[in-house]
Nanobody, 124 residues
């Protein structure tokens, strides 16, 4: 079992920034990658970014490239999502998830463990 806890969400104006954190615990040695997804009301859960645990390779959705940065601190077992130049359409619940699927995939069904989510609201 892997436990994931997100933090750092909140309310921010358009153009602002937030940093989300995802703290992992439990049997993390089987984890290949950590991903961030978001889900807006009435919409499907969508891939945002992912990072491989060992090498630190990163992957992004086209909609966030150049604005969001995913990083990790292996000593703290924590993954971060720095979100800059936020837009109202970024408003959603953000989830982190752990995957042991190789290579990195961008579909939620390949992620085995999920956090509880953190709300991000961007006002216009």
């Amino acid at each position: 079992q892997v436990q994931l806890v997100e933090s750092g969400g909140g309310l921010v104006q358009a153009g602002g920034s937030l940093r989300l954190s995802c703290a992992a615990s439990g049997r993390t040695f089987n984890t290949y990658a950590i991903g961030w997804f978001h889900q807006a009301p009435g919409k499907e859960r969508e891939f945002v970014a992912a990072i491989t645990w060992s090498s630190g390779s990163t992957y992004y959705a086209d909609s966030v490239k150049g604005r969001f940065t995913i990083s990790r601190n292996n000593y703290k077992n924590t993954v971060y999502l720095q979100m800059n130049s936020l837009k109202p359409e970024d408003t959603a619940v953000y989830y982190c998830a752990a995957s042991n699927t190789i290579p990195v995939v961008k579909t939620s069904r390949h992620y085995n463990y999920w956090g509880q989510g953190t709300q991000v609201t961007v006002s216009s």
